[in-house]
């Protein structure tokens, strides 16, 4: 199993670790810093040095309870080796605030309008894209929705995670926000839980920024119609605050 390191600090940058195994290019270690792709959002990159070798690490990827870090080129490194970690940080960071701010948006929607919901979410170091299911939603209507969220953004909320028991999460309405979320929280022991103090509280198992002010302007940059009720957006982050 690799220890997260990013769910303990999402703020870590550096690590070090020991390499427990290698398999083709594939680099499995005892800790992890790396974020592997999952849940809508993309893997992180960076570098890591072992032995008298540097790999880039360009993809990163989950296999059960172990993160496979993918390096370009051939890796000699073998188990027992010491290693460090690096991640690209400017990346990442944009991942954070990219999918911190659909949450904001999530919990916005699911507190003010109740005739709609967020479907669906895809996070990229340069925008996110939104899939809603809402009646009567427009440009316009979508654009109120993003100053709403924006001028929250700027008020500052904690955003933290938290381990709830099963029991405690299914007590809370609303926890997971689709069905196979519902599915698979039954089968949980225990749910990580990502809390925007005051605003929005949801099951999931990504990386986020500490405060709202963090996530910079939302400006909205694509509008489509896919449907009667189904829209997909795009939005675009200004500078951090
Ligand atoms: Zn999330």
Avoid: C
């Avoid at 703020?11 to 195994?21: G, I, M, N």
């Avoid at 659909?102 to 669906?120: A, M, P, Q, S, W």
């Amino acid at each position: 199993m690799t220890v997260k390191l990013y769910w303990q600090d999402a703020y870590l940058k550096e690590f070090d670790s020991t390499v427990e195994r290698v398999e083709g290019n594939a680099i499995v270690l005892a800790e992890t810093a790396f974020y592997p792709t999952g849940g809508g959002v993309q893997n992180d990159t960076g570098t890591l040095a072992s032995g008298d070798r540097q790999y880039r690490i360009v993809d990163v990827k989950k296999n059960g309870d172990e993160v496979l870090h993918y390096a370009e080129g051939q890796v000699d490194a073998k188990p027992g080796d010491a290693a460090h970690g690096q991640i690209d940080w400017d990346r990442r960071y944009a991942l954070m605030r990219h999918h911190t701010a659909i949450h904001l948006l999530d919990g916005v929607v699911e507190r003010n309008y109740k005739n709609g919901t967020i479907t669906g979410g895809s996070i990229f170091p340069e925008k996110a894209r939104i899939d809603f299911e809402m009646d009567g939603l427009n440009r316009e209507l979508l654009q109120k929705i993003l100053d709403d969220t924006n001028a929250i953004a700027q008020e500052g909320h904690r955003v933290f995670a938290r381990q709830l028991t099963k029991e405690e999460a299914l007590a809370i309405p609303n926890l997971a926000r689709t069905e196979p979320g519902r599915e698979m929280m039954k089968a949980m022991e225990s749910v990580r839980v990502v809390e925007i103090e005051g605003v929005d509280m949801q099951m999931d198992g990504g990386l986020h920024v500490a405060d709202t002010k963090e996530i910079g302007k939302m400006t909205l940059s694509k509008y489509e119609n896919k449907g009667k009720h189904s829209k997909r957006a795009e939005i675009v982050l200004g500078q951090s605050q």
